[in-house]
């Protein structure tokens, strides 16, 4: 789970396609539908921390954790600019550890991809149902098999700006449902000079089934989904799915 390390410093340039004032007022709707308007949320897989500002932005007591060192720096500059009080901690999601539990846990733009062995996601889901409270919500985000074994599997994708480029190229391994990424940076430096860094991302494809299979093994409820961000059911070529469970109990 080694990754955004050299890539953490343009990743906000290269990330700014996401429509994240979108998706934060959908998970605001979302949080609201089952009745988490305030209070401590967990955002797992921060990142540099935009969603997590949003949220906080909007009343939410915000906690983040990531495993990138170099993403929570970004993110605790945010937060030095915003003043609002976020706690953020530098933790590999697989064995996150907090301080008490929260109302509701989000984890956005396919962080979850990121575990690609089975028990290590069960291990994920059973530690947010852990720390959420009772009756305590999940919403997440996944990418689907169907986008990396036809979307981006095999594919390169690269970008040109003034100060920054990228080359990114895409292999997808159809047994494991893993897709490698090789990332090549390109970052302008001091006198005109571009440094290159070199980073490899791998994250794994999951179909909806094998999702609600781990979390009722986990010990949460399965509540619904949608193709992500509307309120549409998933489909065969859904690319990205969103899901709801709740905390039902403690093991």
Known sequence: MDAYTSFAKVYDRFMDNVPYKEWGEY???QLK??????GLVLDLGCGTGNMTEFLAQNGYDM???????????IASGKKEESGNDILYLCQDMREF????TVRAVVSVCDSINYVTETEDLKEVFRLVNNYLDPGGVFLFDFNTVYKY???????????SREECSFIWDNYYYEEEHINEYELNLFVKET???YRKYTEEHYQRGYELAQIKAYLEDAGLIFEEAFDAYTYDAPGQESERIFVIARESGKH
């Open 27 to 29: 998970l605001l709707e």
């Open 63 to 73: 906690i983040g954790v990531d495993y990138s060192e170099e993403m929570l720096e």
């Open 33 to 38: 539908k089952y009745g988490v308007s305030d």
């Open 191 to 193: 006198e005109g000079l």
């Open 97 to 100: 550890e907090l301080y008490g």
């Open 149 to 159: 074994r036809e979307v981006l599997g095999e594919r390169t994708i690269a970008e």
